[in-house]
């Protein structure tokens, strides 16, 4: 009782739960006061205290899951270790904020939190790792390599002129407000300097060296290392039709291209989109949110109806035409307008639509050219094994360039994320391959659709909830066995069943529509 009085006597210290109102596997959450709330979960005998915010966008973590050791986050499917609250996985780059926590005759207090911890790991290494790209892939990786333990040489490569950011914040939010490049940043610039990471940007490879495990630059110069990971991304396609090379007309890939179409938005009255991509449909929602007219111009009947099936694709058509999108479906564009400087784009049936600025989102190509001699890549793609090392020891291709074998290439940020991690761990003989199911996630007039697993050659399609509402869950099988999921509203649903596929678990048709 005496250590319950020096408690209650200090302010650091409040009493926030009853003990056995926190049990094993299940998260419970207690707000400190009107910011600050706290996570409290029990493994065996122990009890521990993490702050119920992702680190990722900040969702509350008590909307998750406990799995086993992992706290898993209910909206982007980051995981945490439960007892060291270590990052294991994207889209989180940070570890989770530790509390004081301690129990006392029935009662849960939780006390000061304590901060983060990453430095630079203690020691020498002789060896070194050459990174070439600074997207999603490439960040990951170099940042793994230093929580791993990793105290080599690490050098990153990039054609871009800033350090490293999150890509999908161009098309989700930077467009949508004022926000500038350090809210973008995937860290301080101090941070490579403390974390010894030699960042070369503006800089091009050319080609790649296997044997040597080296890459040459736009310059002749050359890079080499122990080991060599290839994490150049994708560049967007490009429209071949006459006039798509003027001014005015954008493609959405780099922080320079947000840029630049942000600048246009602001004087724009009229756009076109050319594509009913994500990126593209994200695109097209932003700017009808800030008043101007915007047109969709695509080929497919309906969005989306090859990956996420006809019934999502018809939701996202009602969407956008609630919101006062145009959509022009089932139509090919065959010029854009100008003298210079685009002012519309011609459809094949000769309908031509004005536009103050035009832009194109019809996907993107992997960047393999610079190893198009190096026998890496095959069929526009570099085949890896499952711990993603190429046919030539040492070097390791990751993100939208890697076909990891016996699977389908995949395009995601969250994927490429989760490649950079696993390269680290297979750098340092530590991997274990690949684990968790793919998982991307769309955001579109203050709506969410979310996608976990990977169906590309689905062959049937159950739908649990209303589809109208965007409130429901839709199971993507493959002869007969749940392949991957899609959703409005349900997020934890979503995470749940991702869970399941994580395991290699096999879900019938019958068992997604008694749901879990």
């Known amino acids: 009782m005496e250590m319950e009085d020096t408690h209650m006597r200090d302010s650091s210290w409040k009493k926030v739960a009853r003990s056995e109102d926190i049990r094993e596997g299940k998260p419970f959450s207690a707000d400190l006061n009107e910011k600050e709330s706290v996570l409290l979960v029990r493994k065996g005998e122990s009890l521990f205290a993490w702050s119920n915010a992702c680190p990722h966008v900040g969702c509350p973590l008590s909307w998750g ?33 530790a509390y004081e926590v301690r129990e006392e005759e029935g009662e849960v207090f939780v006390g000061k939190q304590h901060p983060l911890s990453f430095s630079m790991p203690a020691g020498s290494d002789s060896r070194s790792v050459v990174i070439l790209g600074s997207g999603a892939g490439g960040s990951a990786a170099a940042e793994s390599l230093r929580r791993e333990g990793f105290a080599g040489r690490i050098v990153m490569i990039t054609p871009e002129e800033e350090r490293p950011y999150d890509r999908t914040l161009l098309s989700k939010f930077f467009l949508a407000g004022d926000m500038g490049f350090d809210a973008l940043a995937m860290r301080p610039a101090a941070f490579y300097e403390e974390m010894k990471i030699e960042l070369m940007t503006g800089r091009r490879a050319t080609e790649v060296k296997p044997a040597a495990r080296s890459v040459v630059l736009d310059d002749g110069s050359e890079v080499s290392g122990d080991f060599l990971v290839l994490a150049t991304g994708a560049a967007p396609r490009r429209l071949h039709v006459p006039g798509a090379d003027q001014a005015g007309v954008f493609v959405l890939r780099s922080f320079k291209e947000g840029q630049q179409l942000r600048e246009a938005v602001a004087g724009a009255g009229k756009a076109v989109v050319i594509g009913a991509s994500f990126i593209g449909t994200e695109t097209a929602a932003y700017m009808v949110s800030r008043g101007i007219d915007v047109t969709v111009v695509a080929p497919e009947s309906v969005p989306f109806e090859q990956v996420l099936g006809p019934d999502v694709g018809k939701r996202f058509v009602r969407m956008h035409t609630d919101n006062g999108v145009t959509l022009r479906l089932g139509s090919q564009v065959s010029r854009i307008t100008g003298n210079g400087t685009a002012d519309g784009v011609e459809l094949s049936d000769g309908t031509v639509l004005p536009a103050d600025l035009v832009v194109v989102g019809i996907g993107v190509t992997p960047v393999v050219d610079y190893i198009e001699s190096s026998g890496l890549a095959r069929d526009g793609a570099v085949p890896v094994k499952r711990n993603l090392e190429t046919s030539a020891p040492g070097v390791y291709a990751i993100g939208d360039i890697a076909k990891v074998h016996g699977e389908e290439r995949v395009e995601h940020w969250v994927v490429a994320q989760r490649h950079g991690e696993e390269v680290a761990r297979s750098i340092l003989g ?12 769309t955001r579109q007039f203050e709506t969410s659709f979310a996608y976990i697993g990977s169906a590309p050659d689905y062959d049937e399609t159950r739908i649990n909830g209303d589809v109208e509402n965007g409130s429901f869950l839709i199971g993507y099988f493959r002869e007969g066995f749940l392949a ?22 096999k879900i019938s048709i019958q068992d997604f529509e008694k749901g879990l």
């Open 430 to 441: 530590t991997g274990g391959g690949l684990s968790y199911a793919p998982f991307f996630w």
């Open 65 to 97: 899951h406990i799995h086993g050791d992992e706290i898993v986050c209910g909206c982007h499917n980051a995981r945490f270790d439960i007892t060291t609250g270590k990052l294991l996985s994207a889209p989180a780059v940070d570890d989770l904020p």
């Open 484 to 505: 991957a999921v899609g959703t409005m509203g349900k997020g934890k649903s979503l995470i749940r069943y991702g869970l399941l596929l994580d395991k290699g678990e």
